[in-house]
């Protein structure tokens, strides 16, 4: 979960960038297309150019193409100014990407020949290469990439070279399915295969070496977009507090914030986001409400303690009560430079000395109420614990002898459920320990991604109803207790704590003593988990009904 996250304001798309009803054939090759199209929709014939998985050049579709390019990295904060795409070139020879296209969902396949690419350098990618793409629109928490070769339809799995999936199981209108039949994905009960959302200023990276198994070469790590000319460095996250202001800053603030810049002799990239600010950004003429300094320390001064102009303005996206924003900037060495005294020649040597800090102004706290050195020499901070269980897949058919209640932990640290508690309903609290386990985990210690299946013990409801889960039995009415909620069927839950999760912050009143509800499953599905874990409070979007998958 991006707890920082802040996303972007809407923008154009890019100049050649086919939106779904311009070209919905699905085609790569456009070639000739408008002459092909009116013979192809009167006669009813195999080319049917208005349908998604249509072909214009039937003979480059059926050629295979040899997959020597990897999406090695993609950064998604929702921001369109700040989102890229990274591809790999892991074959021999040189790799020419100028007719090869992205798939980003159903309908959007931006032309890479159209998107803007960091640093000089040309498509020609070759042998052991990498080129960074900025993404042409805002990627979002759940999505995917899909690279396509030239010629060929999006459904046409020969035409198909990479693949990655992240934050959910069916990302909106992916091409997960032909990425399966390319040996590219992998298809998993209930959905496919997808790595896990990236957590705030992390981003989806290959590690693996396109083995038998294309999910487990995706990790999250930190970003690190390469450059075509090889000549950026990256300094690590800059954290962004209110003790480091100078002056001080005057009105108290629990505000939090953090940024990766990276710079090099070409090009300065600073991708940020803060939150719970004490008031409105402070919007400064020509400069804006955040940006880079450039420190100019007095005799005997630290550099930390020293102020000093300002160098870069930085791109703010805030939130509509201005508490929040993400931030960012991309410029060649001579753009946007506003200090006088650093020439772009000696720019990479004064981020090297840690002569640039970021500051952050508000209404409250003029001279600044967020302030981050940039320092090469900082390492990431270290990932914090997530401690968190989740109900992931319910089946309640009426059956005490079918009924159960998956759950996962999908936290970074082990949990051991042992003295945990479900809630059926008021008056029924069977402890863990006393169900039987029916497949997942041997036991109920669960380690970092491990499921657990537990009998009901119980015929639960199969019209409307709800499980909780609690860490104690030290009171089922008191919200510190309650670990998750999933109510369905019906919006009255007075029976079922739905008030109690709504006060923990686990579930959605939707209006005076009446509840979200996931709808009731039909017929031999059950009530499965398939959004962010980790988004708070719950709510019925996030769940789905499908074919039981119990362990998975």
Same mark, same amino acid.
């Given at each position: 979960?991006?707890?920082l996250?802040i996303a972007?304001?809407a923008i154009?798309?890019a100049?050649?960038f086919m939106?779904?009803?311009d070209?919905?054939?699905g085609s790569i090759n456009?070639t000739?297309?408008?002459?092909t199209?009116?013979?192809n929709?009167n006669?009813g014939g195999?080319?049917n150019n208005?349908?998604?998985?249509?072909?214009?050049n039937?003979?480059?579709?059926?050629?295979?193409?040899?997959?020597?390019?990897?999406?090695?990295e993609?950064?998604y904060?929702?921001?369109?100014?700040?989102?890229?795409?990274?591809l790999?070139n892991?074959?021999?020879e040189?790799?020419d990407l100028?007719?090869?296209r992205f798939?980003?969902?159903?309908?959007?396949y931006p032309?890479?020949?159209?998107?803007?690419?960091?640093g000089?350098g040309?498509l020609q990618?070759e042998?052991g290469a990498l080129?960074?793409?900025k993404?042409?629109e805002?990627l979002?928490?759940i999505?995917?990439?899909?690279?396509y070769?030239?010629g060929?339809?999006?459904?046409?799995?020969d035409?198909?070279i990479?693949y990655?999936q992240w934050?959910?199981?069916q990302?909106?209108?992916?091409?997960?399915d032909?990425?399966?039949?390319?040996?590219e994905?992998t298809?998993?009960a209930?959905?496919?295969?997808?790595?896990?959302?990236?957590?705030?200023?992390e981003s989806?990276v290959?590690?693996?070496?396109?083995?038998?198994d294309?999910?487990?070469?995706?990790?999250?790590?930190v970003p690190?977009?390469s450059?075509?000319?090889?000549t950026m460095?990256?300094a690590?996250?800059?954290?962004?507090?209110?003790?480091n202001t100078?002056p001080p800053?005057?009105?108290t603030?629990s505000?939090t914030g953090?940024a990766?810049?990276?710079?090099?002799e070409t090009?300065l990239v600073?991708l940020?986001?803060l939150?719970?600010?004490s008031?409105p950004?402070r919007d400064i003429?020509?400069?804006?409400?955040?940006h880079l300094?450039?420190?100019?320390?007095?005799?005997?001064q630290?550099?930390?303690?020293?102020t000093g102009p300002?160098?870069y303005?930085l791109?703010v996206d805030a939130a509509?009560n201005?508490?929040?924003?993400?931030?960012?900037?991309r410029?060649?060495?001579?753009?946007?430079?506003?200090?006088?005294?650093?020439?772009?020649?000696?720019?990479?040597?004064?981020?090297k000395?840690?002569?640039?800090y970021i500051?952050v102004h508000t209404e409250?706290? $003029?001279? #600044?109420e967020?302030r981050?050195?940039?320092? %090469? @020499?900082?390492t990431?901070?270290?990932?914090?614990e997530? !401690?968190?269980v989740t109900?992931n897949?319910?089946?309640y058919?009426?059956?005490v002898?079918?009924?159960f209640?998956?759950?996962?932990n999908?936290?970074?640290?082990?949990?051991d459920?042992t003295?945990w508690?479900f809630?059926?309903?008021?008056?029924?609290?069977p402890p863990?320990s006393?169900?039987?386990?029916?497949?997942?985990?041997?036991d109920?210690?669960?380690?970092?991604?491990?499921?657990?299946?537990?009998?009901?013990?119980e015929?639960l409801?199969?019209?409307?109803g $709800?499980? #909780?889960?609690?860490?104690?039995?030290a009171g %089922? @009415?008191?919200?510190d207790n309650?670990?998750d909620?999933v !109510?369905?069927?019906?919006?009255?839950g007075?029976?079922e704590?739905?008030?109690v999760a709504?006060?923990?912050g686990?579930?959605?009143?939707?209006?005076?003593?009446a509840?979200?509800?996931?709808?009731t499953a039909?017929?031999?599905e059950?009530?499965q988990?398939i959004?962010?874990?980790?988004?708070?409070p719950s709510?019925s979007?996030?769940f789905?009904?499908?074919t039981?998958?119990?362990g998975?």
């Amino acid at each position: 979960m991006r707890t920082l996250q802040i996303a972007g304001l809407a923008i154009a798309f890019a100049a050649g960038f086919m939106a779904c009803g311009d070209d919905d054939d699905g085609s790569i090759n456009n070639t000739n297309q408008n002459n092909t199209n009116a013979s192809n929709n009167n006669n009813g014939g195999s080319n049917n150019n208005n349908n998604d998985g249509g072909n214009n050049n039937n003979n480059n579709d059926s050629t295979a193409v040899q997959r020597d390019v990897v999406i090695n990295e993609v950064f998604y904060a929702g921001d369109a100014s700040s989102d890229y795409i990274e591809l790999k070139n892991i074959g021999s020879e040189t790799v020419d990407l100028t007719n090869y296209r992205f798939c980003l969902r159903v309908g959007v396949y931006p032309a890479l020949a159209t998107l803007e690419v960091f640093g000089p350098g040309d498509l020609q990618l070759e042998a052991g290469a990498l080129i960074t793409f900025k993404a042409p629109e805002d990627l979002s928490d759940i999505g995917s990439v899909a690279l396509y070769d030239r010629g060929g339809a999006f459904t046409n799995p020969d035409a198909l070279i990479d693949y990655v999936q992240w934050g959910a199981a069916q990302a909106p209108d992916s091409r997960a399915d032909i990425a399966v039949l390319a040996n590219e994905w992998t298809e998993a009960a209930g959905g496919f295969a997808f790595v896990p959302a990236a957590a705030a200023n992390e981003s989806v990276v290959f590690d693996g070496d396109r083995g038998d198994d294309p999910v487990a070469d995706y990790t999250n790590g930190v970003p690190s977009p390469s450059f075509e000319d090889g000549t950026m460095e990256v300094a690590t996250f800059v954290e962004l507090s209110i003790d480091n202001t100078v002056p001080p800053a005057t009105v108290t603030s629990s505000a939090t914030g953090a940024a990766l810049v990276t710079v090099g002799e070409t090009w300065l990239v600073v991708l940020g986001a803060l939150s719970d600010l004490s008031s409105p950004l402070r919007d400064i003429a020509d400069v804006g409400p955040i940006h880079l300094h450039f420190a100019l320390p007095g005799p005997g001064q630290e550099v930390t303690e020293a102020t000093g102009p300002v160098a870069y303005p930085l791109v703010v996206d805030a939130a509509s009560n201005g508490l929040s924003a993400a931030f960012s900037l991309r410029v060649p060495p001579a753009d946007d430079l506003l200090d006088p005294q650093v020439t772009p020649s000696d720019r990479l040597q004064a981020f090297k000395d840690g002569r640039y800090y970021i500051n952050v102004h508000t209404e409250l706290n $003029a001279s #600044g109420e967020l302030r981050g050195q940039v320092d %090469f @020499g900082t390492t990431p901070p270290p990932e914090p614990e997530v !401690r968190k269980v989740t109900i992931n897949e319910v089946l309640y058919t009426g059956d005490v002898d079918e009924d159960f209640v998956e759950l996962r932990n999908v936290g970074n640290v082990p949990v051991d459920l042992t003295g945990w508690f479900f809630c059926f309903r008021v008056g029924a609290y069977p402890p863990l320990s006393s169900l039987s386990i029916m497949a997942g985990s041997d036991d109920l210690n669960l380690e970092p991604g491990e499921f657990i299946v537990l009998e009901a013990g119980e015929d639960l409801n199969d019209v409307s109803g $709800a499980v #909780g889960l609690y860490a104690n039995n030290a009171g %089922f @009415g008191n919200p510190d207790n309650i670990r998750d909620y999933v !109510r369905y069927g019906s919006a009255d839950g007075t029976n079922e704590r739905a008030d109690v999760a709504v006060d923990a912050g686990l579930w959605t009143e939707t209006a005076t003593d009446a509840f979200d509800f996931v709808e009731t499953a039909s017929a031999g599905e059950s009530l499965q988990l398939i959004g962010d874990p980790l988004v708070e409070p719950s709510t019925s979007a996030q769940f789905g009904n499908a074919t039981p998958t119990p362990g998975n």
